[in-house]
């Protein structure tokens, strides 16, 4: 862990931040560090353990401070090529309205596709308007689930009882207490972590979770392959031929887009899901 402490030393006053002392107060301290991980490598946390050392007065400032000497800190403080969860997690949470959101995006993108442009910047401004809009189905399924499931405890329970990640942990029953502090935390993480343009997993997680009907992904997988051709091949596909996005088939592809987000969002109110729309 030699390196994690290397990298903790030059973000000593985010990591004193996060403990609730001073840069100084922390420079004094002896501590070892390890991780709390899945078994996939996903860090929950970092665990701070300080030796019997160090000053009872500064120990007694530190926040969430267990067993008198042992801290648990978001992986965030310490690893800046990880998302700050946090941040993430509060950009989600202030998406209060995410079908709204969607719909007045997609609106937007729709009056860019009116624009007129020369005959060589169309097929740019079509593949980017495609890609868009996949980003905003994107947007609209991981804010809603994010902000349903930490909203409503039947739903949070759901998720933890369902989803595989925590199918995997082990802990002792006199853990039980320990664990179900940081539960939230660790649920953010995954949530924040999962890629929601792969709609099989996420259908599985909507259906398990909220106990809904989920409708067909079969068009919207297609598109999403074409989208990730788009974004990371510039429209080559895998048997060679160039994938070029025209008017006519991008309204298309709005207009299905568009029925995939409405058929959620119903089904999501069928069942009784508090969704804001």
Same mark, same amino acid.
Request: glycine residues 4%.
């Given at each position: 862990?030699?390196?994690?402490?290397?990298?903790?030393?030059?973000?000593?006053?985010?990591?004193?931040?996060?403990?609730?002392?001073?840069?100084?107060?922390?420079?004094?301290?002896?501590?070892?560090?390890? #991780?709390?991980?899945?078994?996939?490598?996903?860090?929950?946390?970092?665990?701070?353990?300080?030796?019997?050392?160090?000053?009872?007065?500064?120990?007694?400032?530190?926040?969430?401070?267990?067993?008198?000497?042992?801290?648990?800190?978001?992986?965030?403080?310490?690893?800046?090529?990880?998302?700050?969860?946090?941040?993430?997690?509060?950009?989600?949470?202030?998406?209060?309205?995410?079908?709204?959101?969607?719909?007045?995006?997609?609106?937007?993108?729709?009056?860019?596709?009116?624009?007129?442009?020369?005959?060589?910047?169309?097929?740019?401004?079509?593949?980017?308007?495609?890609? !868009?809009?996949?980003?905003?189905?994107? #947007?609209?399924?991981?804010?809603?689930?994010?902000?349903? #499931?930490?909203?409503?405890?039947?739903?949070?329970?759901?998720?933890?009882?369902?989803?595989?990640?925590?199918?995997?942990?082990?802990?002792?029953?006199?853990?039980?207490?320990?664990?179900?502090?940081?539960?939230?935390?660790?649920?953010?993480?995954?949530?924040?972590?999962?890629?929601?343009?792969?709609?099989?997993?996420?259908?599985?997680?909507?259906?398990? #979770?909220?106990?809904?009907?989920?409708?067909?992904?079969?068009?919207?997988?297609?598109?999403?392959?074409?989208?990730?051709?788009?974004?990371?091949?510039?429209?080559?596909?895998?048997?060679?031929?160039?994938?070029?996005?025209?008017?006519?088939?991008?309204?298309?592809?709005?207009?299905?887009?568009?029925?995939?987000?409405?058929?959620?969002?119903?089904?999501?109110?069928? !069942?009784?899901?508090?969704?804001?729309?």
């Amino acid at each position: 862990m030699a390196g994690v402490k290397d990298s903790m030393i030059q973000s000593a006053e985010s990591l004193a931040d996060a403990l609730g002392i001073t840069p100084e107060e922390l420079d004094i301290l002896h501590y070892e560090i390890d #991780t709390e991980e899945s078994s996939d490598g996903l860090i929950y946390y970092y665990r701070l353990e300080f030796s019997e050392e160090c000053p009872l007065h500064i120990l007694d400032k530190i926040l969430g401070l267990e067993d008198g000497r042992v801290v648990r800190v978001n992986p965030a403080v310490f690893d800046y090529e990880r998302y700050d969860y946090e941040e993430r997690f509060n950009a989600v949470t202030d998406n209060n309205s995410p079908f709204d959101h969607f719909s007045n995006e997609l609106a937007c993108l729709k009056k860019l596709i009116e624009l007129p442009v020369s005959p060589d910047i169309e097929p740019i401004l079509y593949r980017q308007i495609f890609i !868009s809009t996949i980003g905003l189905m994107e #947007t609209f399924l991981s804010d809603t689930f994010i902000n349903q #499931t930490m909203d409503e405890d039947i739903y949070f329970r759901n998720f933890i009882a369902t989803h595989p990640e925590f199918g995997k942990r082990k802990f002792e029953l006199r853990d039980i207490f320990k664990e179900s502090e940081k539960l939230k935390d660790s649920a953010k993480i995954v949530m924040l972590d999962m890629i929601y343009h792969k709609l099989p997993e996420v259908r599985e997680m909507y259906r398990s #979770t909220f106990e809904m009907d989920f409708p067909s992904i079969k068009t919207m997988f297609g598109y999403v392959r074409d989208r990730h051709d788009l974004v990371h091949r510039s429209g080559k596909r895998k048997d060679g031929s160039l994938l070029v996005i025209e008017k006519s088939s991008l309204l298309i592809m709005i207009s299905d887009t568009e029925s995939f987000i409405d058929s959620v969002a119903k089904n999501m109110s069928d !069942s009784y899901i508090n969704l804001i729309f």
